[in-house]
């Protein structure tokens, strides 16, 4: 698919933030006062920021209210109530913290279901998708939520937690690609199963469907050369996996933490970008892409 730059902000900085917000709701002995009130801008920033970034995907902006009405159907409708829902809960434990240096921790739990509820939503929007294969899968959700709880890890500054939640969220990153590059072969989707004529005899296109691009041509089909794909997913894990763990095992000082985030946030940004570009959907068949 067309790897959009409002859908890869959008998915990688609400992770990071939500992620953030999961950290900061269940931690026990929570920040106060100025320090609280830093750490709740930095998850709203991303968080919200993120959630803006999106509607500039939408042809028609303005209409985005209108999504939350169809949460019986839609993934996308549940992911901005929960988004809402979250950012209310989590706004008034942050209130009580910055202003009043007391953990209305109920809230703070609360708060943190939430979030992970939020990403858990976003990434459902991808992975009920039958028609790309590749998103179609338990990896998307666990790819989501790892990377969401190991950014939000290191954001809080928990090394420990975000060593380990880096590792893992690598592995099924990995997991995800290998597993991803099989999908859409082992879909069993072909020209003959699209068409319905399998039955008949062989299935091929005989010339293209008309002689100019069109929406659907620029939007899900787009190719990426594997030897560019492979070098890109090395990046990838690089930044934001192997770097920041090796970082981490440092003596920590605030620099070498910056940077660690810095590179996260690079490396995420490279993995998402390959979510979307590596995408197969299916309509691609029609046109003779796939």
């Given amino acids: 698919m067309h790897p959009a730059p409002s859908v890869i902000v959008f998915t990688t900085f609400s992770g990071l933030g939500f992620g ?65 829902a979250t950012l209310v809960v989590m706004a008034l434990y942050g209130l009580g913290l910055v ?9 703070g739990w609360l708060g943190a279901i939430g979030a992970l509820a939020t990403v858990f939503t976003t990434s459902m929007i991808y992975a009920q998708m039958k028609t790309i294969p590749r998103w179609n899968t338990k990896l998307t959700p666990a790819m989501f939520l790892s990377l969401s709880l190991a950014g939000g890890a290191l954001l809080k500054g928990n090394v420990t937690m975000a060593v380990v939640l880096l590792a893992i969220a690598g592995v099924i990153q990995v997991v995800t690609w290998v597993q991803g590059d099989q999908a859409f072969a082992n879909s069993g989707t072909t020209m003959a199963t699209a068409t319905g004529l399998g039955d008949i005899g062989k299935v091929r ?25 492979q070098k890109l997913r090395i990046i990838s894990v690089l930044l934001a996996v192997v770097i920041p763990v090796i970082l981490l095992l440092l003596p920590i000082g605030h620099w070498i933490a910056l940077v660690a985030v810095i590179s996260h946030i690079a490396g995420v940004l490279a993995s998402r970008w390959l979510f979307f570009a590596e995408a197969e959907h299916v309509v691609g068949l029609y046109y003779g892409k796939r």
Avoid: C
């Fill in 205 to 229: 296109a005989f010339e293209p469907p008309h002689t100019g691009t069109n929406y659907l041509m620029r939007e899900f089909i787009h190719v990426i050369g594997r030897k560019h794909s």
């Fill in 20 to 84: 953030l917000m999961f950290w900061l709701g269940i931690d026990p002995t929570p920040p106060t006062g100025w320090v609280a009130f830093v750490f709740w801008l930095i998850a709203y920033v991303m968080g919200v920021g993120g959630l803006l970034a999106s509607t500039f995907h939408l042809g028609r902006p303005e209409r985005a209210i209108k999504a939350f009405s169809q949460w019986r159907s839609s993934w996308l409708s549940r992911e901005g109530i929960a988004a809402v």
């Fill in 99 to 107: 202003f009043f240096g007391s953990a209305w921790q109920p809230l």
